[in-house]
């Protein structure tokens, strides 16, 4: 099986003669948009989703989310680029390995950014207040954040919540609390899976590249990871059978999904423990068949009980 770090190092070092558009491509980094699709969560479990004024909002709600990523991915190598270079897999980026300049990459943040909110301001005042707050708190994460102990791995966490809110208000939908709950406690588990990863990987330079690191050890890691797997399922159970679901979707049926979440989060943590996994969960996710399966099946079988037939 490919482990998670290979197709990054492997699109890093073949590219010396890369033009400075494909640099700057690179820098967006395409193959992380997958988080992304958090934004049709909305859609989904709203029951919107064979609406096509529904689908085409949540679709260009996601365009823009993929490009503030990109913007908020361009800003935290810009600010990484000193430690990026004596890490060995991230010293290949475009921004620290020289292929993108700095201005080249600030200007085109800022372009960029100034588009996808322009675009957030024509889906609505309260989506662009969403994807606005979306864009400072990942800005702020590059910058500060990124550096206070938990604070750090919360941050990343509400990134994702607010994808999953932003979709939610594209199409004017109202999302489970429930939902949100499973959303930044499945975050933090991947999040600090990562982290994990990081001291492993890096062993003794790990402080060096990521200062926070010193903060955190394995097993520090491995407690923490322990309650929010636990928390994650027991979340994820409880929605699926609380009255208000039941009533929402008009069956009892959701309960028998929990196997997906249940595999999909031991088949995570064999991968990190057993195959040093999890530096990037979205190339984990497309490189690991069972685990892209295993979503894949899990997202089938909602579409299936709660759209059936009436």
């Known amino acids: 099986m490919v482990q998670s770090t290979s197709p990054p190092a492997v699109m890093w070092r073949e590219g010396p003669d890369r033009s400075l558009a494909a640099n ?10 997958a988080k992304n699709l958090l934004v049709f969560a909305g859609l989904l479990f709203g029951l919107h989703l064979f ?3 529904a689908v085409a909002r949540a679709t260009a709600a996601f365009g823009i989310f993929c490009l503030l990523s990109g913007v908020v991915y361009l800003i935290n190598d810009i600010a990484d680029r000193e430690s990026d270079r004596r890490h060995p897999l991230k010293k290949h980026r475009p921004i620290a390995s020289g292929g993108l300049p700095v201005p080249a990459a600030l200007m085109s943040a800022v372009v960029l950014g100034g588009f996808a909110l322009s675009g957030a301001f024509a889906l609505g005042l309260t989506f662009f207040a969403v994807a606005a707050a979306y864009l400072a708190l990942l800005a702020l994460y590059s910058g500060l954040l990124k550096h206070i102990v938990i604070i750090d791995v919360l941050t990343i966490a509400i990134g994702f919540v607010l994808r999953a809110v932003a979709g939610a208000v594209a199409i004017d ?3 489970s609390q429930w939902l949100l709950v499973c959303t930044i406690l499945l975050a933090l588990f991947i999040s600090l899976a990562k982290r994990r990863h990081e001291l492993v990987l890096l062993a003794d330079g790990a402080v060096s590249h990521r200062p926070i690191l010193h903060e955190y050890s394995p097993y520090l890691l491995d407690q923490m990871i322990a309650v929010v797997t636990a928390s994650t399922l027991i979340a994820y159970v409880f929605y699926t059978i609380s009255p208000e679901t039941v009533q929402k979707f008009g069956t009892h049926l959701l309960g028998l999904t929990v196997p997906f979440p249940l595999y999909g989060i031991f088949r995570y943590l064999y991968l990190v423990h057993q195959r040093e996994g999890g530096g990037s969960p979205a190339d984990l996710l497309l490189t690991d068949r069972p685990l892209l399966l295993c979503v894949t099946l899990w997202a089938a079988s909602v579409v299936l009980i ?5």
């Open 306 to 310: 709660i759209y059936k037939p009436l």
């Open 51 to 53: 609406d096509v004024t």
């Open 173 to 175: 939908v109202s999302i």
């Open 24 to 33: 700057l491509l690179l820098s967006l980094r395409p193959s992380q948009w």
